[in-house]
C-alpha cells in the first residue's frame, strides 16, 4: 500500500467518503465492505461523481489512473487516520465509558471551544470507522481534539487508542452496557479500561472520577491523574437541584460557582463537573467555562426535555442499559409532579442477564407511583408486571394516539434498536424543546 501517495492526495483533497449516495466532486472514495454492502462495487460510480481517488481492495473490473489497490480497504483508512494524526502535536483527549460519553464530550467541546480551536468527534462517529473519519476531519489548525471511542467488547478500546494516540483520556463509568460483549461487568471494566492502560504506558494524563472506587483503582500507576467528584478531589461540586435542568454548585478547583445548564438529571453531574475540570485544567476562563456549559443544550435524544402539547417529555430514547434506565426511572420518580408516565424500552446486548435485568427494571419501577407505564419490547415481554406492553414502539405509539396523555411528565426512553422516539410522534402538536 502506498500510504504516503494516498496521503499527498488527501492533503490536497481533505474530504473522505465511504458512501456513494454522499459523495461529491473532489473527495476520497474509500470503498470499505460489510455484511450487507460492498464499496468496491460503485468505484467507477464514485469517479463518475467526481471522486479524485478511489481506494479500493478489490479488483474493480477497469482501469484508471485514480484508483488506488490496497489490501484491505478498513485497515487503509485507518493507517491513513494514524498517519495524519501523527502530524499533530497538539493534546488529543479520548473519553469513553458506558454511560454519558456523549454528554461529556460535547460539554468538555464546548467550554474547550472557548479558547482554542477544537475539534471532536460529530454525531455518533465512535467506532472503528467512524474514529478514522473523525481523526481526517482535523485540519492544521487544530489546537486541541476531543475524541469518543464506543466500544461493545474487549481489545476495541485498545485498537482505537493505537490510531488516536491520545494524550489525555476520561472513562465517565463502568456500567452494564454491552455485557453480551464484554462478558460480564467485570469485563465492561476491562475492556473501557484498556484507555487506562495505553495512558499508563505511554506517560498519558487522565481525568477521574473520584467518587467510583473502581475507576481510582483502574487508574492507579498513571503518571497524571486531575480528580473530580463530590469529595476527596481536585474539583468538588455537588447538585442544587435537578428539577427540571440540573443546577450544580461547584465548590472546589475554580471560584465558587453556580452553574445552571440544560441537562435533566441529576445523573449529569458528572458530565457538568469533568468539564469544569477539563477547561480549567487547560486554562480556559472561569466565566467561559461555566458560560459555555449553561449555553450547551442537548441534542438527538440525548437527556432532552420536550415540549409536546401540555406534556412535558424527557427524550433520552438514544440508547439505554441497566445503568442508565435506573438512573432515568430514579431521576423521574424524584420530579415534583402530580402525573408522571414512563415509557421505556426493551434493553439490548445483555446476553444471559438480560431477563434477569429486565426483572430488575420491572421491581424497580413498581417501588413508585406513576399515572401509566408502558413497556415496549425485548424482555419486558417476559417479565411478570402490571404494566401496559407492546412488542414494538409502532404499537406503542398507536396506543397513545388512542389514548392521549395530558398535563403529564413523561419519560421517553430505550435502546438504539427500540427506536422510542417513535412514541414521541403519537404526542400532540405543539412541540417545542426547553
Known amino acids: 500500500m502506498n500510504l504516503e501517495k494516498i496521503y499527498q492526495v488527501y492533503r490536497q483533497f481533505p474530504q473522505i467518503q465511504t458512501d456513494t449516495r454522499k459523495i461529491r466532486a473532489g473527495e476520497i472514495f474509500f470503498a470499505l465492505k460489510g455484511p450487507n454492502f460492498n464499496g468496491n ?21 477497469f482501469e484508471d489512473g485514480r484508483l488506488e489497490r490496497v489490501p484491505d480497504g478498513l ?17 488529543f483527549l479520548a473519553i469513553t465509558g458506558s454511560n454519558g460519553k456523549t ?3 460535547e460539554l468538555v467541546h464546548a467550554v474547550l471551544s472557548c479558547r482554542y480551536k477544537a475539534y471532536t468527534t460529530q454525531g455518533n462517529l465512535n467506532n472503528h470507522i467512524g474514529i478514522p473519519l473523525t481523526l481526517l476531519q482535523i485540519r492544521p489548525d487544530a489546537e486541541i481534539a476531543v475524541i469518543e471511542m464506543g466500544a461493545n467488547h474487549q481489545k476495541e478500546i485498545e485498537g482505537y487508542c493505537k490510531t488516536v494516540l491520545p494524550t489525555h483520556g476520561i472513562i465517565t463509568n463502568c456500567g452494564k452496557a454491552h455485557l453480551e460483549g464484554f462478558g460480564g461487568e467485570e469485563g465492561v471494566r476491562k475492556g473501557k479500561g484498556e484507555l487506562y492502560n495505553y495512558l499508563r504506558a505511554n506517560h498519558g494524563e487522565a481525568f477521574v472520577m473520584w467518587d467510583y472506587d473502581y475507576l481510582r483503582s483502574m487508574s492507579a500507576g498513571i503518571p497524571k491523574i486531575v480528580r473530580y467528584g463530590s469529595a476527596d478531589a481536585d474539583y468538588e461540586g455537588y447538585v442544587v437541584r435537578s428539577e427540571p435542568f440540573l443546577e ?19 445523573y449529569n453531574l458528572a458530565n457538568v463537573l469533568v468539564a469544569v475540570t477539563v477547561g480549567k485544567y487547560f486554562g480556559v476562563a472561569e466565566k467561559d467555562i461555566i458560560g459555555a456549559i449553561e449555553s450547551y443544550t442537548p441534542s438527538n435524544s440525548r437527556s432532552q426535555m420536550v415540549r409536546k402539547g401540555n406534556n412535558d417529555i424527557i427524550l433520552d430514547a438514544y440508547n439505554a442499559n441497566p445503568n442508565s434506565m435506573r438512573a432515568a426511572i430514579e431521576n423521574l420518580a424524584r420530579q415534583h409532579h402530580a402525573s408522571k408516565v414512563v415509557m421505556i424500552g426493551a434493553m439490548a446486548e445483555l ?15 413498581q417501588q413508585y407511583s406513576w399515572k401509566d407505564v408502558i413497556l415496549v419490547g425485548g424482555d419486558f415481554g417476559n417479565a411478570n408486571h402490571p404494566y401496559r406492553y407492546f412488542p414494538d414502539s409502532a404499537k406503542a405509539a398507536e396506543w397513545v ?18 427506536q422510542m422516539e417513535k412514541v414521541m410522534d403519537a404526542f400532540p402538536d405543539g412541540s ?3
Do not use: C, W, Y
Not at 493507517?79 to 502530524?87: M, S
Open 103 to 105: 454528554t461529556t464530550k
Open 401 to 418: 394516539r388512542q389514548n392521549p396523555v395530558s398535563q403529564s411528565l413523561v419519560l421517553v426512553k430505550g435502546s438504539r434498536s427500540m
Open 351 to 365: 446476553g444471559e442477564d438480560s431477563q434477569r435485568e429486565h426483572l430488575d427494571i420491572v421491581s424497580l419501577l
Open 75 to 91: 485497515l487503509a483508512l485507518q493507517a491513513l487516520a494514524t498517519h495524519h494524526r501523527k502530524q499533530f502535536h497538539i493534546p
Open 248 to 266: 450544580v454548585s461547584v465548590t472546589k478547583g475554580i471560584t465558587p460557582a453556580h452553574i445552571r445548564s440544560k441537562l435533566v438529571g441529576d
Open 41 to 61: 462495487a460503485f468505484a467507477r460510480q464514485a469517479l463518475d461523481q467526481g471522486a479524485v481517488m478511489v481506494v479500493v481492495d478489490e479488483d474493480p473490473g
Open 432 to 434: 417545542a424543546a426547553r
